[in-house]
């Protein structure tokens, strides 16, 4: 019997692509198969391996040790994540911040009851952004955390753009605000709406018959996503989506400005610079994958965040060379 955690990918989009090759630098683990919705043999994997249908899923539960979802946060995870995490430890990356905590609830039960661990809305807003806010909280009481995005290509924003009626394909940009950023950076803790700080831009291809003004609207008043920005829509043909629009670049900064006296300003920055939105994700996703089957085999069961993950658990190193080598 392997001594490898053996994973299974859920989805092959931009996601599980990434997935699949993050497995493949983590020596610990092993890729059981991909499971998708499309006809299996249709798959154009990056790189060998098994792929079934979503609809097998249920005769490999003894296979795999956790199963990684790669569907959208808009429509898929809510469905997926609950059914799935009643027969697998499950990861996922569900990003629609506002309504983290009734997913959490709605895969916590089934999770429990089956015996399961499943850590939703992992990646690196939510995710490693939210841990970073919790520290600058922590370390600096008397402060204001401040969150800016991008500029990058927002994944599950896109995907929300490219479910409109009437839209063939697009992409989502968030632009953060410079002058904001420096503002906290200098530790003068401004008082910025959401509007202040980032602005969106949507770059879309229109299904043929597609009434402009309809779907502009329909996505600069989508709730959870365009509604609290302004948005500026573009609409383009698909060439020029795919020749200007096909690279995924994100990042962003978690400030922490603070005083630990009167005296004493303090500014606590983490930033990402990421070159590839889907692989940076993938790859904490396959990261907290390592947690789950660790956290399971311990007995921990229900749904998980970021939070409840001793940071020890991400690595492939024992506790005593993380000691030895890192502290």
Known sequence: MSSKIRIGIAGYGNLGRGVQAAISKNQDMELVGVYSRRDPQSLELAQPAARYSVDDLAKHVDDIDVLILCGGSKSDLPEQGPQLAALFN????????ARIPEYYES????????????LISAGWDPGMFSINRVYGEALLPDGETYTFWGRGLSQGHSDAVRRVPGVAAGVQYTIPSQEA??????????????????????FVVLENGADENNVRQEIVS???YFDQYDTTVHFVDAQTLATEHSDMPHGGFVIRSGNTSDSQKQVIEYSLALGSNPEF????????????????RAGITGAQTVFDVAPGLLSPRSAAQLRADML
């Open 222 to 224: 989508m709730e959870h």
């Open 90 to 97: 499950t990861v996922d990356s569900f990003d629609t911040h």
């Open 107 to 118: 895969v916590d039960a089934p999770a429990k009851a089956a015996g399961k661990t499943a």
């Open 181 to 202: 950023i420096e503002q906290v950076r200098a530790g003068l803790r401004p008082s910025l709406s959401t509007r202040e700080k980032h602005q969106r831009e949507c």
């Open 281 to 296: 994700t993938s790859s904490v996703l396959v990261a907290y994958a390592r947690a789950v089957h660790r956290m399971n």
